[in-house]
């Protein structure tokens, strides 16, 4: 998938993910000093994130236009308290093939939440697929706010990676990452 698109894959190191797990706490750091830095509070209703989505798809695909979202139909989730007590995020309906998001994660990272469904609903059924395609659409988004969550859930995920190796790196990293408040883990079943 990621060859269709362009893009040279590689064999990774232990240095490799560390090195960018350097990076997006870097990314994740400028991206919060930003949005700290906003003169009013984003409007974070899920309607406007969703929208917002939309036009993300829509500037990915003038460089990919097989990413394309043609037809976007996104609803709030009618199932998502009993969803958040399983730990996810958001789903595909499969008969309507409408993305479903579950909008009672916490707010900041609904916009990498949203970005992820939309991928899987052009096509992209896979989850680390899903993860890939929807941090393209978030990381370059013009909006902060999408791109925060979208470098923010690739450290968790890096870390997560990290994890699998020697413990103290991983837990180096963790320090040096920003906090948010409201995160929890049992969110990011997903990932
Ligand atoms: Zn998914």
């Not at 190191?13 to 870097?26: E, I, N, S």
């Not at 036009?55 to 043609?70: D, R």
Request: glycine share 4%.
């Amino acid at each position: 998938m990621v060859k269709e698109l362009g893009f040279d894959v590689q064999p990774y190191t232990k240095a490799d993910l560390y090195l960018l797990a350097d990076t997006l706490v870097r990314l994740t750091n400028r991206d919060r000093a930003e949005m700290d830095a906003l003169a009013a509070p984003p409007d974070t209703l899920p309607q406007r994130v969703f929208a917002e989505a939309a036009k993300a798809y829509a500037g990915l695909a003038q460089t990919w236009p097989t990413l394309k979202y043609a037809h976007p139909s996104i609803k709030k989730s009618m199932f998502r308290r009993y969803l958040n007590y399983l730990g996810v995020t958001g789903y595909l309906n499969p008969f309507t093939n409408e993305a479903q998001v579950n909008t009672t994660v916490p707010a900041f990272q609904t916009p990498f939440v949203t970005c992820h469904e939309i991928a899987h609903q052009i096509g992209f059924a896979p989850e680390q697929d899903a993860n890939f395609i929807g941090y393209l659409a978030a990381s370059r988004y013009s909006d902060v706010r999408f791109r925060y969550a979208a470098n923010f859930e690739m450290l968790l995920y890096t870390i997560r990676r990290l994890a699998r190796r020697p413990a103290a790196v991983a837990h180096r990293v963790e320090q040096d990452a920003p906090r948010h408040p409201g995160r929890c883990a049992a969110h990011h079943g997903f990932l």
